[in-house]
């Protein structure tokens, strides 16, 4: 019986891992907190980013600063603690022509990046972050919400290529009937959000 329990003991997960694993389990996306990111919430969405698999640096930092101060960016919160974020900021884009650029009356939003802590991952906070960032255009009179999701595929069916083999943020947008194009960026995602 003794060996039993220490075979046991052995096979056991750390506590850090279960409390995790609990987290995950029990946290779903109507428990997610979502508001906009301010100043203050720099060195936190620098974390989520970096944990995310971002490399940020001291310039990539001042630009995050800078993309936060527009105003367009979320933050999702679960138990006050930072797990998502949607860098963002209004730019122009030419449906016609598929170009985004810069000008001074944007039509857009552009989310730069959505980072999702990977314990939060499967959760439908990225949609979440996109719904109140479509909801933020939508509000204020913008047309479009873009988006770059990924490398351009060398296939011409995008549609296929997303759906057989797409990343968890291109998947993301096409339920959301997003349309595709390939960019100079990469994969590019957009949504009409208004008229």
Do not use: H
Not at 120 to 141: A, D, F, P, Q, T
């Amino acid at each position: 019986m003794a060996s039993a329990q220490k075979e046991a003991k052995k096979t056991k997960e750390p506590v850090a891992l279960e409390r995790r694993r609990l987290i995950g389990y029990s946290i779903d996306s109507e428990q997610a907190e979502l508001k906009k990111l301010e100043i203050s919430d720099l060195d936190d969405v620098v974390s989520v980013m970096r944990k995310s698999a971002f490399e940020i640096g001291s310039a990539e930092k001042r630009e995050i600063e800078s993309v936060i101060k527009q105003g367009f960016s979320y933050g999702a919160y679960v138990d006050r603690m930072l797990v998502g974020v949607a860098l963002a900021w209004p730019i122009c884009f030419d449906d016609g022509r598929k170009q985004l650029s810069v000008c001074e009356q944007p039509n857009t939003i552009y989310i730069e990046d959505l980072a999702v802590l990977n314990a939060y991952e499967g959760m439908g906070i990225r949609e979440k972050l996109v719904n109140v960032i479509e909801e933020e255009g939508s509000s204020r009179g913008l047309s479009f919400i873009v988006s770059i999701v990924g490398e351009n595929p060398k296939e011409d069916d995008i549609i296929s290529v997303v759906e057989n083999r797409g990343t968890k943020a291109e998947r993301m947008f096409l339920s959301k009937n997003y349309k595709f194009f390939k960019s100079g960026y990469g994969l590019a995602a957009y949504k009409r959000v208004s008229p």
